[in-house]
């Protein structure tokens, strides 16, 4: 008989279940996105006649109603676009700009180091994570009417925002990952009256009902909002009367962002970063201060690295290495830019991960296609889940926490600046064959600095290794957040693990929707005249919709 005096539990596993995603193939056009009520948004303009630049502004809108711990018209991003026939690809920059009235001072440090979404030097009370001194320029909003204007078919603004209003007349669905988004944010949200108003009822997040159907709540004053930009135009947000409300609600809190920093506000567009793959492919970047520059690096460092019939040990070997040293190279490198334009030894299930996790992050992202052939990669944030966790009182805008880019110690290269651009980690891209014209593939991730890995390893699958856009989405990643660690998928093979070990510090953990040890990356790829998008597997709400095909 085994004696089990000193018997010891395996490591817990959250899930004992196998999940698959299916993916959405059609000839009009595909939209995905971590939210499918903004998948079908984009999906339903797409239908009505639409291009991928119409589909990608109503999808972008539609997540201020349905997924506000990830982006809304307070936050900011980039967008990559690749017209059909085109050899190059542009970039719609809304990037994140500090505001002309921020003062380094205001953000005094406590001699403590911060663990947050970034470590950096604590500030005295968090001033630069939460609160009205966190806010950077929202810029989405005037990035999205730049890419209908100059890439869209012209429909209405009626219809580009009708989808986002009825969703916001609706309401956010009232269910378990609602609850679980808020109940992690709660702590912080409490400390503002509309934020508390709107999301903790009776001091506490909704919960989803123990039996019946499903329940919806209000966002504040978001659906109104819309209304007026509907009616009033899109530069009502930075000249008109919803800017005026957002100053008035801004200044009565103490923030340094004001009516010069919206009216002023302009996003660009310029030529994306064109990065050579293995000399068969393009890859269409954001450039500038994205993660693109990284990624370059670590494209130039895997250039050599062994290819064969799927990603083995010393290929993950050598990305865990190519990772690590360009992390270390863009943290001590790379910084802000002035100007508002342009500008262990052996696994362990677990693993030293106490002060390099982060919380629940934010961002968002989503592909789409339409059936012309021009393929759009929409990368947007409030930066942290729930952003600065203020929401305006009359406008409903919930704003993004965008100072806690900057290193806020004083000198540094991305250090806190009036009008600067900090450093950030989106890196939505487009795909096109080396000799080709027009794109093949476009993808794109959500997760702080998750997402560099997540991308790579998205082109990696599909270009080296042929994994069809199912295949590559469900495959088992590695991650890493910078130069000391890297984490795995505990359901990589043993000789993997060991691999990855044997360079150091590693953590083995489970791809769960909570916590988040992984980004959350989606794609779209074109194979002739079908095209198949599909979203990430431990996303609950996210996924791929396909435009129906015309009848009649």
């Known amino acids: 008989m085994a004696d089990l005096s000193h018997y010891e539990p395996r490591p817990h596993l959250t899930q004992s279940w196998h999940l698959a995603k299916p993916a959405a193939r059609g000839r009009r056009g595909v939209c995905a996105s971590q939210s499918r009520a903004a998948a079908e948004a984009g999906a339903a303009v797409l239908e009505a006649g639409g291009n991928a630049a119409d589909a ?289 030894a052996t696994p362990s299930f677990g693993g030293p991960s106490a002060s390099t996790e982060p919380p629940g992050t934010c961002t968002t992202h989503l592909t789409v296609a339409d059936g012309e052939g021009t393929m759009i990669a929409l990368t947007s944030t409030l930066l942290s889940s729930m952003g600065s966790r203020v929401v305006l009182p009359r406008t409903g805008v919930l704003m993004n926490n965008g100072v806690m880019w900057f290193d806020p110690t004083p000198g540094s290269p991305n250090a806190i600046r009036p009008g600067a651009r900090p450093l950030c980690n989106m890196c939505p891209i487009v795909v096109s064959e080396r000799d080709g014209e027009g794109p093949l593939l476009a993808a794109g991730s959500s997760g702080g600095r998750r997402i560099l890995a997540s991308v790579y390893q998205t082109l990696a699958f599909s270009l080296d290794f042929g994994m069809t856009p199912e295949d590559a989405a469900h495959a088992p990643r590695i991650d890493v957040l910078g130069p000391d660690l890297t984490s795995a998928d505990h359901r990589l093979p043993a000789d993997v693990l060991e691999a990855l070990a044997a360079d150091g510090a590693l953590e083995v953990v489970e791809h769960v929707t909570a916590p988040e040890r992984f980004a959350c990356p989606n794609l779209i790829r074109r194979d002739g005249e079908v095209l198949m998008g599909i979203t990430d597997v431990m996303s609950p709400w996210s996924a791929a919709v396909a435009a129906a095909e015309a009848t009649g």
């Open 56 to 344: 990608a502004v109503a999808a972008a809108f539609a997540l201020a109603a349905v997924e506000p711990w990830s982006s809304g018209i307070g936050g900011i991003g980039f967008a990559v676009v690749h017209r059909a026939g085109a050899r190059e690809a542009q970039v719609v920059d809304f990037g994140p700009v500090a505001p002309a009235g921020v003062d380094p001072a205001a953000y005094p440090l406590t001699g403590r180091m911060k663990r947050d979404l970034f470590t950096w030097p604590e500030v005295v009370g968090d001033r630069n994570v939460h609160g009205p001194l966190s806010f950077v320029i929202p810029s989405a909003v005037a990035g999205y009417d730049l890419l209908r204007e100059r890439f869209g078919t012209g429909m209405p603004l009626a219809d580009l925002l009708g989808p986002a209003i009825a969703l916001a007349r609706r309401g956010l669905p009232q269910d378990w990952l609602t609850t679980l988004k808020i109940a992690a944010q709660a702590n912080l949200l409490r400390l503002y009256p509309e934020s508390a108003r709107i999301y903790l009822p009776d001091g506490l997040p909704p919960v989803a009902p123990y039996q019946g159907g499903l329940c919806f709540f209000q966002l504040g004053q978001i659906a109104e909002t819309l209304e007026r930009l509907r009616d009033g135009g899109l530069r009502d947000f930075y000249e008109g009367g919803v800017a005026s409300d957002m100053v008035v609600d801004i200044q009565a809190m103490g923030g340094l962002l004001g009516a010069g920093d919206l009216a002023g506000y302009r996003a660009t567009v310029h030529a994306a970063e064109p990065l050579d793959w293995r000399g068969r492919y393009t890859v269409h970047a954001a450039g500038g201060l994205t993660a693109a520059p990284t990624l370059a690096r670590v494209m130039d460092t895997m250039r050599d690295a062994p290819i064969g019939p799927a990603p083995d040990a010393a290929w993950f070997r050598a990305l865990s290495r190519a990772m690590r040293g360009s992390y270390a190279a863009r943290l001590s490198g790379l910084g802000a830019g002035a100007g508002v334009q342009g500008a262990s």
